[in-house]
């Protein structure tokens, strides 16, 4: 069973950082592209960004381009996501997933071509 668990959320003031991290179990976790969403309260699930097996793609949403990094350390299942700087309108729950297809690399922002999906962690900003 594909578990997928996301930490590193929090309280952080408009030009803070965080890093949130995913740690995958049930699965060739180096085999699946990733991805993080995030869900603000009323909104959609929104596409944040993606990174490719081996890590060496990477696609990002328009509002996070140039402040969030995402990356992968496939020795320790583990995905992250640097954000830098936080923003108030970046507050929300972020959810981190795995692509439906593995051994298979595409630039879908669609929550839909994402199988398996974390918890959520919240991430909260102040103005």
């Known amino acids: 069973q594909v578990q997928l668990v996301e930490s590193g959320g929090g309280l952080v003031q408009a030009g803070g950082s965080l890093r949130l991290s995913c740690v995958g179990s049930?699965?060739?976790?180096?085999?699946?592209?990733m991805g993080w969403f995030r869900q603000a309260p009323g909104k959609e699930r929104e596409f944040v960004a993606g990174i490719s097996q081996g890590g060496s793609l990477t696609y990002y949403a328009d509002s996070v381009k140039g402040r969030f990094t995402i990356s992968r350390d496939d020795a320790k299942n583990t995905v992250y996501l640097l954000m830098n700087p936080l923003k108030p309108e970046d507050t929300a729950v972020y959810y981190c997933?795995?692509?439906?297809?593995?051994?298979?690399?595409?630039?879908?922002?669609?929550?839909?071509?994402?199988?398996?999906w974390g918890q959520g962690t919240q991430v909260t900003v102040s103005s």
């Open positions: 997933a795995s692509q439906r297809i593995n051994y298979a690399y595409t630039q879908t922002t669609s929550s839909a071509d994402f199988g398996s």
């Open positions: 049930g699965l060739i976790f180096s085999t699946w592209t």
